[in-house]
């Protein structure tokens, strides 16, 4: 099979031929018809994960058809359509058992933990625990869009947020994990404020769901202008970014007893940022963690997507061929669009 390679961390990545993966005994070969391009794969060629063994294949958010099981796989044949979170449960550890899969003892992530989606065959393991079947209606393309910052944004609002109608959910960053955010939120009846230093995503914000927006990088205060268009915070906000600044002022604009979803990861000089604890004292705020979603709660999410009610085709900004992701892997201003990028060939 082709397949994006890269056999040194910030080194070049090459398309090479290289050996067709093969399924274990509960696990599936995926052919690849789209894979999105997320800034987690940036993060991995860099080497910030100490899961990536090299050389390496980056992707993780994918869609296609299975092209092979294992012997003991029960669930699933060859040709049916799926798509597949990015974290990948064992199905027997504690997490698991619990039915929370996206944080197991175990987990496998295609494109870290093993290599990945830019390519066109991917293998993933537990098949039976993982593959998720895609409704006939929702292309491979749109599929691709939901398999990291998609499906992360919803549980990130949906569970991990716990949203309400008519509540204020302030989002920290519209690439493509915070426009999804502020879709969904959206959707479900929430008032919606984007923030991001860039006036196209703004705009496209607005397009998919915002009530209001604001620019941080011409703003005296974001803080304060979420204060002041809320009436006194946000009752949830959300860091899509990842940064010390937007973390800290996701936390920093919510109302009494508010709660600050972090998804966004943090790196370099930031990775572990200072916090303003005074303040998560003082009011009661919730700080949470939100890490995918497991294969088995994408019914609702597609549910949503089937009837209209969301519309992540709407956040797909481009499709590439393998050979430019690659390219521009180490450089990802090189694609720079306002929502997402998805690889859809691998000619």
Same mark, same amino acid.
């Not at 090479?16 to 940036?42: F, H, M, Q």
């Not at 494109?111 to 491979?140: C, K, M, Q």
């Not at 302030?170 to 690439?175: L, Y």
């Given at each position: 099979? @082709?397949?994006?390679?890269?056999?040194?961390?910030? +080194?070049?990545?090459?398309? &090479?031929?290289?050996?067709?993966?093969?399924?274990?005994?509960?696990?599936?070969?995926?052919?690849?018809?789209?894979? !999105?391009? &997320?800034?987690?794969?940036?993060?991995?060629?860099?080497?910030?994960?100490?899961?990536i063994i090299l050389p390496h294949v980056p992707g993780h958010e994918l869609a296609g058809v299975v092209a092979a099981v294992g012997g003991e796989v029960r669930d699933w044949r060859e040709g049916d359509r799926v798509t597949v979170?990015?974290?990948? !449960?064992?199905?027997?550890?504690?997490?698991?058992?619990?039915?929370?899969?996206?944080? &197991?003892?175990?987990?496998?992530?295609? %494109?870290?933990?093993?290599? +990945?989606?830019?390519?066109?065959?991917?293998?993933?393991?537990?098949?039976?625990?993982?593959?998720?079947?895609?409704?006939?209606?929702?292309?491979?393309?749109?599929?691709?869009?939901?398999?990291?910052?998609?499906?992360?944004?919803?549980?990130?609002?949906?569970?991990?947020?716990?949203?309400?109608?008519?509540?204020?959910?302030?989002?920290? !960053?519209?690439?493509?994990?915070?426009?999804?955010? &502020?879709?969904?939120?959206?959707?479900?009846?929430?008032?919606?404020?984007?923030?991001?230093?860039?006036?196209?995503?703004?705009?496209?914000? @607005?397009?998919?769901?915002?009530?209001?927006?604001?620019?941080?990088?011409?703003?005296?205060?974001?803080?304060?202008?979420?204060?002041?268009?809320?009436? !006194?915070?946000?009752?949830?906000?959300?860091?899509?970014?990842?940064?010390?600044?937007?973390?800290?002022?996701?936390?920093?604009?919510?109302?009494?007893?508010?709660?600050?979803?972090?998804? +966004?990861?943090?790196? %370099?000089?930031?990775?572990?940022?200072?916090?303003?604890?005074?303040?998560?004292?003082?009011?009661?705020?919730?700080?949470?963690?939100?890490?995918?979603?497991?294969?088995?709660?994408? +019914?609702?999410?597609?549910?949503?997507?089937?009837?209209?009610?969301?519309?992540?085709?709407?956040?797909?900004?481009?499709?590439?061929?393998?050979?430019?992701?690659?390219?521009?892997?180490?450089?990802?201003?090189?694609?720079?669009?306002?929502?997402?990028?998805?690889?859809?060939?691998?000619?």
């Open positions: 099979m @082709r397949a994006a390679v890269y056999e040194e961390f910030q +080194g070049p990545v090459q398309i &090479c031929a290289v050996d067709d993966p093969l399924p274990d005994s509960t696990g599936a070969v995926i052919k690849v018809e789209a894979t !999105g391009v &997320c800034r987690s794969d940036w993060h991995g060629w860099m080497g910030h994960d100490k899961d979170p990015f974290v990948c !449960g064992c199905g027997k550890c504690a997490e698991c058992q619990s039915g929370n899969h996206q944080v &197991c003892d175990h987990q496998t992530q295609p %494109g870290f933990t093993h290599w +990945g989606s830019y390519a066109e065959l991917v293998r993933i393991d537990h098949a039976d625990v993982n593959l998720v079947s895609l409704p006939a209606d929702i292309g491979f393309v749109t599929a691709a869009s939901l398999g990291c910052r998609f499906a992360t944004s919803f549980r990130a609002v949906a569970a991990q947020g716990n949203v309400q109608p008519d509540t204020w959910v302030a989002v920290h !960053g519209c690439g493509g994990v915070g426009l999804s955010a &502020c879709m969904i939120a959206n959707a479900f009846d929430a008032k919606v404020i984007a923030i991001d230093v860039d006036e196209d995503a703004l705009e496209l914000a @607005r397009t998919v769901g915002a009530n209001e927006t604001i620019n941080a990088a011409t703003s005296a205060s974001v803080v304060e202008e979420i204060r002041t268009l809320t009436g !006194g915070g946000a009752h949830l906000s959300i860091d899509a970014l990842g940064s010390r600044k937007t973390c800290i002022d996701s936390i920093s604009a919510l109302r009494k007893r508010g709660r600050h979803v972090q998804i +966004g990861l943090l790196a %370099g000089d930031d990775y572990r940022p200072a916090l303003p604890m005074e303040l998560v004292i003082a009011n009661e705020l919730e700080i949470i963690g939100s890490h995918g979603m497991q294969a088995f709660e994408y +019914g609702r999410m597609l549910e949503m997507i089937s009837s209209g009610a969301l519309q992540p085709d709407l956040l797909v900004g481009q499709t590439v061929p393998l050979a430019r992701a690659a390219e521009s892997l180490g450089s990802p201003a090189n694609l720079q669009t306002a929502g997402v990028t998805v690889i859809d060939s691998f000619c």
